[in-house]
């Protein structure tokens, strides 16, 4: 009898979620016009929330989200703002954006989305992924129209030029302050997002004042944690510049080490520096020599008495690293704490996707007076799949 009313209990709870899903799909769908409603019924597609939206793309990286976001907008619209992480798949050009999504699991969440309630390109571009053969297709209808509202956009290239060039925005690199010193977007002031609480200050008195985030490219999200901290101090006009200082130095725009030289300085006796462990020494204090050992891995020959730690989070860490990495999120240990957990006895060479946290790793330990004679970071921006890694060595300051 008891079994029967436990089984009874979960059916009506089941009923009522059921029934409670469906009343909050109505809802939704009645704020689409007549048009979208009849092309969303059309594919019985789903539509998801701002909430739903905003947990779905992470720490703001394409990495972090766990669904992929699609703006079915024109590319100009796309360009001008769009919800972090998103690819862009105009409706009226599906086959020629589409390839973008050729390595994508087909049962992956998708979430498309366009210009708004009345906008028929996102159920269209939907409709289009399902018959590519994507199962799970979802769509944030209110689109980028409520997200601006909700939320900071993610802005390119493009933007960033005028902001620079018309002095329009107050432009902020989040990256730590070494790397500031070393190179950055001119005019640019430098807050450190894990400086944020101590720096607020410098941030505008008007609360409506226009301000542009970036750091060390699409796979860095200290930019997005700055965004999200102003917009909970009430600042309303901030955005993102995704593709920060890598894709400002790939288009040959002009940064604050542009006029320094190249030349390549070499120590007194005209030899390269290494470590007493035979690290080849990089030029700035604390890294390991990029290009050299960018070859060692690409090589598969990392010797055996130096041990890579990716410092990034373990779901980073799970979507790819390189090979023979151990991971050991830095963030949230104390200096004492992080020389504990690092394996003894070998040179260390921390590294993130794109530098910055890498280099806040070392710089704990340094800064606690710790012997970093055998701990180095890897200054490069990382991408990688598994264990297959594209690597893209940062230029030294010296």
Same mark, same amino acid.
């Given at each position: 009898?008891?079994? #029967?009313?436990?089984?009874?209990?979960?059916?009506?709870?089941?009923?009522?979620?059921?029934?409670?899903?469906?009343?909050?799909?109505?809802?939704?769908?009645?704020?689409?016009?007549?048009?979208?409603?009849?092309?969303? /019924?059309?594919?019985?597609?789903?539509?998801?929330?701002?909430?739903?939206?905003?947990?779905?793309? *992470?720490?703001?990286?394409?990495?972090?989200?766990?669904?992929?976001?699609?703006?079915?907008?024109?590319?100009?619209?796309?360009?001008?703002? #769009?919800?972090?992480?998103?690819?862009?798949?105009?409706?009226?050009?599906?086959?020629?954006?589409?390839?973008?999504?050729?390595?994508?699991?087909?049962?992956?969440?998708?979430?498309?989305?366009?210009?708004?309630?009345?906008?028929?390109?996102?159920?269209?571009?939907?409709?289009?992924?399902?018959?590519?053969?994507?199962?799970?297709?979802?769509?944030?209808?209110?689109?980028?129209?409520?997200?601006?509202?909700?939320?900071?956009?993610?802005?390119?290239?493009?933007?960033?030029?005028?902001?620079?060039?018309?002095?329009?925005?107050?432009?902020?690199? @989040?990256?730590?302050?070494?790397?500031?010193?070393?190179?950055?977007?001119?005019?640019?002031?430098?807050?450190? %997002?894990?400086?944020?609480?101590? &720096?607020?200050?410098?941030?505008?008195?008007?609360?409506?004042?226009?301000?542009?985030?970036?750091?060390?490219?699409?796979?860095?999200?200290?930019?997005?944690?700055?965004?999200?901290?102003?917009?909970?101090?009430?600042?309303?006009?901030?955005?993102?510049?995704?593709?920060?200082?890598?894709?400002?130095?790939?288009?040959?725009?002009? +940064?604050?080490?542009?006029?320094?030289?190249?030349?390549?300085?070499?120590?007194?006796?005209?030899? !390269?520096?290494?470590?007493?462990?035979?690290?080849?020494? *990089?030029? %700035?204090? *604390?890294?390991? %020599?990029?290009?050299?050992?960018?070859?060692?891995?690409?090589?598969?020959?990392?010797?055996?008495?130096?041990?890579?730690?990716?410092? #990034?989070?373990?779901?980073?860490?799970?979507?790819?690293?390189? !090979?023979?990495?151990?991971?050991?999120?830095?963030?949230?240990?104390? @200096?004492?704490?992080?020389?504990? /957990?690092?394996?003894? *006895?070998?040179?260390?060479?921390?590294?993130?996707?794109?530098?910055?946290?890498?280099?806040?790793?070392? +710089?704990? &330990?340094?800064?606690?007076?710790?012997?970093?004679?055998?701990?180095?970071?890897?200054?490069?921006?990382?991408?990688?799949?598994?264990?297959?890694?594209?690597?893209?060595?940062?230029? !030294?300051?010296?």
């Amino acid at each position: 009898m008891r079994v #029967t009313k436990i089984l009874a209990t979960i059916a009506l709870v089941s009923s009522l979620f059921v029934a409670n899903a469906f009343a909050g799909q109505a809802e939704l769908l009645s704020k689409a016009s007549s048009k979208v409603q009849k092309l969303i /019924k059309a594919d019985n597609l789903e539509i998801v929330d701002f909430e739903y939206t905003k947990k779905a793309i *992470g720490k703001g990286t394409k990495k972090s989200a766990s669904a992929v976001l699609v703006d079915a907008r024109p590319e100009a619209k796309y360009k001008k703002s #769009t919800i972090p992480s998103s690819i862009n798949i105009p409706d009226t050009k599906f086959e020629e954006y589409f390839p973008q999504l050729k390595d994508t699991a087909k049962n992956k969440e998708i979430i498309v989305y366009c210009g708004g309630w009345k906008c028929g390109k996102s159920p269209k571009v939907a409709s289009m992924l399902k018959k590519k053969g994507f199962t799970n297709v979802k769509l944030y209808q209110a689109g980028e129209p409520e997200w601006l509202k909700k939320s900071y956009p993610e802005v390119s290239l493009a933007v960033m030029k005028s902001v620079q060039g018309k002095n329009s925005a107050l432009m902020v690199d @989040a990256r730590p302050y070494k790397k500031v010193l070393q190179e950055t977007i001119p005019g640019s002031i430098a807050i450190p %997002d894990t400086k944020l609480d101590t &720096l607020i200050g410098r941030f505008p008195a008007n609360k409506d004042e226009k301000i542009v985030v970036f750091c060390g490219g699409f796979n860095c999200s200290k930019s997005h944690k700055v965004a999200n901290a102003l917009l909970k101090k009430g600042y309303k006009n901030v955005s993102v510049f995704a593709g920060g200082l890598p894709q400002w130095k790939e288009a040959g725009l002009a +940064t604050t080490a542009s006029a320094s030289s190249n030349t390549v300085v070499k120590s007194d006796d005209n030899e !390269p520096k290494f470590s007493k462990n035979s690290v080849k020494l *990089g030029l %700035d204090e *604390g890294t390991v %020599d990029g290009e050299w050992f960018k070859k060692l891995i690409l090589q598969k020959n990392v010797p055996s008495n130096i041990q890579i730690v990716d410092v #990034t989070s373990k779901e980073e860490f799970k979507s790819g690293h390189l !090979p023979g990495a151990i991971n050991i999120n830095a963030g949230k240990l104390n @200096a004492k704490e992080l020389l504990e /957990k690092l394996p003894k *006895g070998k040179s260390i060479v921390f590294n993130c996707t794109a530098g910055g946290r890498s280099l806040e790793a070392w +710089t704990k &330990l340094y800064d606690a007076k710790i012997d970093v004679s055998e701990i180095f970071y890897f200054d490069a921006n990382i991408d990688c799949k598994g264990t297959s890694c594209e690597i893209e060595v940062n230029e !030294p300051l010296g």
